[in-house]
């Protein structure tokens, strides 16, 4: 589905020629790359328009999956602290495909969240987890609420 951010405003800054977006949850100057830029307007519109709980977004969790570890981008919990939804971001340059959700497919498995968001900032993808077998995905054709 396609579906434009809002314009939000964000802090940023520039030093020594480098150029920085505050994280509001974690209270840190971040490298503004084009992912990043994705991932905060990703956050920024999960609490105002999907209802998510700002205390409840984790970003960059870790993982282990055998001997590698990984990180997923975005992670949203519910009330009760159980993953609701893993967010990958991309850069809007890079496109969402095949490999994009095989990608979030495999942290998933790890981390267990009933919903996948696939993102870069242009176009937006969300699955959900089939709740019977927690095996298998059906596309959604609007992002899920997360109150």
């Known amino acids: 589905m396609s579906l434009a ?19 509001d949850l974690r209270g840190v100057w971040l490298a503004l790359t084009p992912e990043e830029r994705v991932r905060r307007h990703l956050i920024r519109y ?27 981008d975005v992670v949203c919990f519910d009330a009760a602290l159980r993953p609701l939804l893993l967010a990958e971001c991309k850069a809007p340059s890079v496109a969402i495909d095949g490999q994009t959700l095989a990608q979030a497919v495999k ?18 993808f969300a699955f959900e987890r089939d709740p019977a077998t927690l095996e298998g995905y059906r596309q959604l054709k609007e992002l899920p609420d997360l109150r």
Do not use: C
Not at 46 to 72: C, H, N, S, T, Y
Not at 107 to 124: D, E, F, K, P, Q
């Open 5 to 23: 951010f809002p314009p939000y405003e964000f802090r940023t800054r520039t030093h020594r020629g480098r150029d920085y977006i505050w994280d």
């Open 46 to 72: 999960m609490v105002a328009e999907m209802g998510a709980d700002p205390g409840r977004i984790a970003q960059e969790l870790p993982f282990r999956l055998g001997r590698k570890a990984f990180r997923a």
């Open 107 to 124: 942290y998933n498995s790890v981390v267990g969240a009933r919903y996948i968001m696939l993102t870069n900032g242009v176009r937006h």
